[in-house]
C-alpha cells in the first residue's frame, strides 16, 4: 500500500509563499500523474497542478504563474512552491499519486491566508 505525508501548510499573509511537500512512502516505478488539490469549505475538491514521471506539468488557470509544481525523485517528494498567495487559496491542499488506474490521498495540509 503506498502511503503519502503532506508538510508544510500554515497561516501566511496575502502576497506570502509556502511550500508544500508531498513523500510517498517508497520509490514508484512506471508510468504515474502526481497532483495536487484543495477544497475550501462549502467547495468541490478542485485540481491545482500535476506533474508527469517524464516532468510534464499542467496548472489551474487560477494559480498559473503563482504556483510551481516540481519533483525530486530521489527523495520521493513533490513539492508545490506558491507565491503571491490571495485568501481565495485558502484550503485544505491534497496531494494525490496515480499509477496503474489507482489513486493513491494524502492526509491533506491546511493553508490559511488571511491579514
Known amino acids: 500500500q503506498l502511503q503519502l505525508v503532506e508538510s508544510g501548510g500554515g497561516l501566511v499573509q496575502p502576497g506570502g509563499s509556502l511550500r508544500l511537500s508531498c513523500t510517498v512512502s517508497r520509490t514508484i516505478f512506471g508510468n504515474y500523474v502526481w497532483g495536487w488539490y484543495r477544497q475550501a469549505p462549502g467547495n468541490e475538491r478542485e485540481l491545482v497542478a500535476t506533474i508527469t514521471r517524464g516532468g510534464n506539468t499542467n496548472y489551474a488557470d487560477s494559480v498559473k504563474g503563482r504556483f510551481t509544481i516540481s519533483k525530486d525523485n530521489g527523495k520521493n517528494t513533490m513539492y508545490l512552491q506558491m507565491n503571491s498567495l490571495k485568501s481565495e487559496d485558502t484550503a485544505v491542499y491534497y496531494c494525490?499519486?496515480?499509477?496503474?488506474?489507482?489513486?493513491?490521498w494524502g492526509q491533506g495540509t491546511q493553508v490559511t491566508v488571511s491579514s
Open positions: 494525490k499519486f496515480t499509477i496503474a488506474a489507482s489513486n493513491y
